[in-house]
């Protein structure tokens, strides 16, 4: 049985990072991956996940379909994308709203691996409280306080991730470490650039 990081079309950790940024089409399909591990979650409550990071991959694709020369990298696609100040920058803004979700994600799927005898609920809950929860209001966080109810026992999801789950723990380790560092390096730039608080 093959993993779930052999099914999908790229890993975080074969998206290019060079001098000029991390690159925007290849950080897109690993990012497309991403919802479809939370398929694996396997509860309609993760659709709210899905959907908002779906909504904001696709203003990211539209802006690289739309002016791929300014766009190769996601530094260069929010470095070029209107003019600062500009209220109207639905893919920076799109991949602020992104990075927030894919925090989140990653900081659930570092406990569920440093802790291994925590439960999935606790362990998206926890990453809940400290990514995605200070940004929502009242009612998307009941939404998402259901969803993290929702999460199937441990044992049944790394068992959909495959087998062997030596390997299963080696790839998911290699993927997260290289997700970690690209939203860590976003934020870094998006702090830098003071653009988060134009949204």
Known sequence: M???FETVSKSYADVPITDEGIDTDGFLQATEGVVKLFDLLGNAAFAIVQNDMNGNVKKIRDRLLASPAQSTTLEALVRNEGKPGDKK?????????????????????????????EELSESFTKAYEGS?????????????????????????????LGEPQEMVHVELEKWLAALEKIVKRMQAYYAEHNLAKGF
């Not at 920058?89 to 005898?117: H, V």
């Not at 995605?132 to 959909?160: E, S, T, W």
Request: one cysteine or more; charged letters at 20%.
């Open 2 to 4: 093959p993993t779930y």
């Open 132 to 160: 995605l929860k200070q940004h929502h209001n009242f009612i998307v966080k009941g939404a998402f306080g259901l969803a993290m109810k929702a999460c199937p026992y441990r044992k049944d999801f790394y068992a959909k």
């Open 89 to 117: 920058r639905p893919a920076t803004e799109g991949l602020m709203w992104l990075l927030r979700g894919l925090d989140f994600t990653a900081q659930a799927l570092r406990r569920s691996l440093t802790n291994q005898s």
